[in-house]
């Protein structure tokens, strides 16, 4: 980006000032965190603020974000996979208790039966995570990044 912007001969604050016709309201001194990419802590680009960078630059808008991270992205993949892995325990879960249940039933001495507070224990880790309707929440989430993925795909195909 700074490569770009300085090819065009503009200053930071020029490149601000030019961000706005796009609707993005950047100091220049945001420009310029933005550009140091090399620090420890770099100022995250928005995917908004990338789209006006790249116009204003004349850059492709892939561009502009490659190698970048993008942390509403990172958030998303990572929340996804703690639902599934949710989903994947309440199923586990259940298939569990119901072969627990199967072995204490065929049992002639279910007293004799280490396991046998481990059904209701079970049975309220099942109850809980039913209750977290997890598998909306995961259905829901996949329907949202499906679609954050298309809109992006569509913004930036390739």
């Given at each position: 980006m700074r490569h770009e912007r300085?090819?065009?001969g503009w200053s930071q604050a020029?490149?601000?000032a030019r961000l706005k016709d796009y609707g993005v309201?950047?100091?220049?001194?945001?420009?310029?965190?933005?550009?140091?990419?090399d620090v420890d802590r770099p100022r995250s680009i928005r995917l908004n603020e990338a789209e006006a960078l790249a116009?204003?630059?004349?850059l492709e808008r892939g561009t502009i974000t490659e190698g970048v991270n993008i942390p509403?992205?990172?958030v998303g993949v990572d929340i996804l996979?703690?639902?599934?892995?949710?989903?994947?325990?309440r199923e586990e879960t259940a298939s569990l208790l119901g072969s627990i249940e199967s072995v204490m039933s065929l049992s002639d001495h279910p007293e004799e039966v280490e396991v046998l507070l481990l059904p209701e224990k079970l049975r309220k880790i099942d109850a809980a995570?039913?209750?977290?309707?997890?598998?909306?929440?995961?259905?829901?989430?996949r329907e949202r990044w499906r679609q954050?993925?298309?809109?992006?795909?569509?913004?930036y195909p390739e």
């Open positions: 300085e090819r065009l020029e490149l601000a309201d950047l100091h220049p001194s945001a420009i310029a965190k933005i550009e140091l990419r116009d204003a630059l004349g509403a992205i990172d996979r703690n639902m599934e892995m949710l989903q994947r325990v995570l039913r209750a977290m309707d997890v598998d909306a929440y995961v259905a829901n989430l954050l993925t298309l809109r992006y795909q569509a913004r």
